[in-house]
């Protein structure tokens, strides 16, 4: 069985500049979550998705962070504008259904210089 | 916020059995003991659940006290590559509760 699949694995951009990030969750699974994590820090969620509308966006910093999952499937997430704090690994993960237990994907590395 | 306690650190020779504590004392009657772990560079695993009962699958065993205020993660042989952060998250089953982390604890398996 695949897993949940994320692209780029690693991305280094200026601040100001834009950023997205990609997410195939695993097959057949309805909840889709993007996580950030800060080095040294346990995953903080940003958002979750159950289909294709949102459940819980509420630590989603909605003035520079966006993110869509338009036909309940792929998953994008983006950064604009980016700030130095933005750095950080992006994990998206993906369960059969909320509160089942959750795959993620290797995740995004980000680097803001 | 987390709703768990764990020790920020701890180190086990490989092939003893490594036990990670958890406290959740403030758990509720229908929340459930998650684990999760993270290796270096990887996104975090799914281990083991259990809501009171102990449970053990082949990756782990979970003990819950009686009031259910601490659980235990036993890893029963451990190897280098259990070498992680482990998680110790509560949760209700059903609705839409977040999947919360708190900072986990470093476990480190000496050869």
């Known amino acids: 069985e695949a897993g949940v699949a994320q692209s780029p694995r690693y991305k280094i951009i200026e601040k100001r500049q834009s950023v997205a990030f990609w997410c195939n969750p695993i097959?057949?699974?309805?909840?889709l979550y993007w996580y950030q994590q800060i080095l040294g820090q346990g995953p903080k969620l940003l958002i979750q998705?159950?289909?294709?509308?949102?459940?819980?966006d509420s630590q989603l910093p909605k003035d520079r962070f966006s993110a869509e999952r338009l036909k309940g499937v792929d998953s994008t997430l983006k950064i604009q504008p980016a700030k130095l704090e933005d750095s950080a690994v992006y994990l998206c993960?993906?369960?059969?259904?909320?509160?089942?237990?959750?795959?993620f994907g290797q995740g995004t590395r980000l680097t803001v210089v | 916020d987390a709703k768990t306690t764990q020790p920020p650190s701890m180190d086990c020779a490989e092939g003893r059995a490594a036990n990670l504590p958890c406290n959740h004392s403030?758990?509720?009657?229908?929340?459930?003991v998650y684990w999760y772990r993270q290796i270096h560079s990887q996104g975090p695993q799914y281990i083991i659940h259990?809501?009171?009962n102990n449970e053990t699958n082949e990756m782990a065993s979970l003990i819950i006290t009686e009031d259910r205020k601490s659980s235990t993660l036993i890893l029963p042989h451990a190897t280098l590559r259990d070498t992680a952060v482990y998680y110790c998250i509560v949760r209700v089953m059903g609705g839409n509760e977040k999947l919360t982390f708190g900072t986990g604890t470093r476990l480190t398996i000496i050869p």
């Open positions: 403030t758990i509720s009657g229908n929340e459930y």
């Open positions: 993960a993906s369960s059969f259904q909320q509160n089942t237990e959750a795959f």
């Open positions: 998705f159950q289909n294709n509308g949102v459940v819980d």
């Open positions: 097959s057949g699974h309805a909840t």
């Open positions: 259990g809501l009171k």
